[in-house]
């Protein structure tokens, strides 16, 4: 164990009063992914602690959604960085706070986003400053705060990327699984919006005359439904239809909501023309449908997190936990910097469980191990 590591492990490790304190501070703010007052009231918090250890935030402006905060502890060579990421959005609405904020129960902590991933903003925070108070390493440690990731980062997207062209390693602190494993491989994933327009017509008095874009809509679900192959990870699911106006009019218009997994980049670039193709056909004559997507994440393939992965499996060996890597079909962040080839890993947050749901928790004496084994992989980066 190299000093630096040493110092790190032990700044960190009488931390988890202090750690739990943030967590409770950083929860107890909405911060719906629509609320960008909200975002960036966690954002000025985030920027008042690493402040007051003098470390520099950049704050990077957004219109419609929180602003994205670079912070950066700098190296003692010109090297390229060392990446955390964490996004400060939650999927909870603006009043959830008042009506269900921190609470605590035994070694358990709870409220919205406390584990997705308001305890995964902590220990990114906690391991830049445990960085810093040892004086820094060779090469700079970046951590970059995102404000819309549970709505596919829309304007995150173009900082993440251009944050991870120039790192030598990506840390994604979404949370750890209820396993206590990390995550080494997750499915890329996108959602798109099917129109279909039609022909309207008395089905009494006219029927011929109408083209049924509900007809039209439902044949297509079956081709695109029929593109599943659980062997090769390929998921389709339309999970929302509307259409038609009323029992006795042929349907003029329909609509649908297509959710779409994949695990390989490979795989994305041949199914979305095939897709595309489905919904173009022109399945009822005197219809016609087109397709937009409405948001898209990468996969993170286990290619690129092997590296990472067995640099913090040592780096939790030192610091005492076993762990593992596992493979998840959620999408997040880390797919968008694995697909640029930069090794990547994921779900190195503190542990916790039933994420988006009401009873969404945090194991609190994770805190400071999970924080220790991440800030000590980033020490060991040659
Ligand atoms: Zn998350």
């Known amino acids: 164990m190299s000093d630096i590591t040493g110092a790190v492990l032990s700044w960190l490790a009488p931390r988890a009063g202090e750690m739990e304190a943030l967590l409770r501070r950083l929860v107890d703010i909405d911060s719906n992914s629509f609320d960008k007052a909200g975002t960036d009231a966690v954002g000025d918090a985030i920027i008042e602690v690493l402040a007051a250890d003098g470390i520099a935030v950049e704050r990077i402006r957004k219109q419609g959604f929180g602003d994205v905060l670079r912070a950066e502890v700098p190296g003692k060579q010109a090297n390229s960085y060392a990446l955390m990421m964490g996004h400060r959005d939650t999927v909870f609405k603006k009043g959830t706070v008042a009506t269900r904020g921190y609470s605590r129960d035994g070694n358990l902590a709870f409220g919205p986003g406390v584990c997705d991933m308001k305890a995964g903003l902590v220990a990114n925070i906690f391991a830049l400053c445990a960085i810093k108070a040892a004086g820094g390493l060779s090469f700079p440690v970046v951590a970059l705060f995102t404000a819309d990731e549970e709505i596919g980062s829309p304007t995150g997207r173009a900082e993440i990327e251009t944050a991870a062209r120039g790192a030598r390693a990506v840390f994604n602190s979404e949370p750890g699984r209820v396993s206590g494993n990390v995550v080494t491989g997750r499915k890329g994933g996108g959602s798109f919006h099917i129109t279909v327009k039609g022909r309207a017509a008395h089905s009494g008095v006219n029927h011929k005359d109408g083209a049924s874009a509900i007809e039209a809509l439902a044949r297509k679900i079956v081709r695109l439904h029929a593109l599943t192959n659980y062997d090769t990870g390929i998921t389709t699911n339309v999970g929302v239809i509307k259409g038609g106006n009323t029992h006795n009019t042929v349907a003029p218009w329909a609509e649908a909501e297509l959710d779409l997994r994949f695990v390989t ?16 056909a022109e399945d009822v004559p005197g219809t016609s449908a087109d397709i937009k997507p409405v948001a898209m994440f990468l996969p993170l393939e286990l290619k690129h997190s092997e590296a990472l992965f067995a ?39 503190p542990v916790g469980g039933k994420a988006h749901t009401d009873e969404e928790f945090c194991r609190l004496d994770t805190l400071v191990p999970r924080t220790q084994a991440l800030a000590a992989t980033i020490c060991t980066l040659t």
């Open 311 to 349: 640099l913090y499996k040592d780096a939790a060996a030192r610091v005492g936990f076993t762990v593992d890597g596992e493979f998840t079909g959620g999408c997040a962040d880390s797919g968008f910097t694995a697909a640029l080839g930069v090794p990547t890993l994921c779900g190195l947050g």
């Open 265 to 280: 980049l490979e795989q994305h670039a041949r199914i979305v023309p095939e897709i595309e193709k489905i919904v173009r």
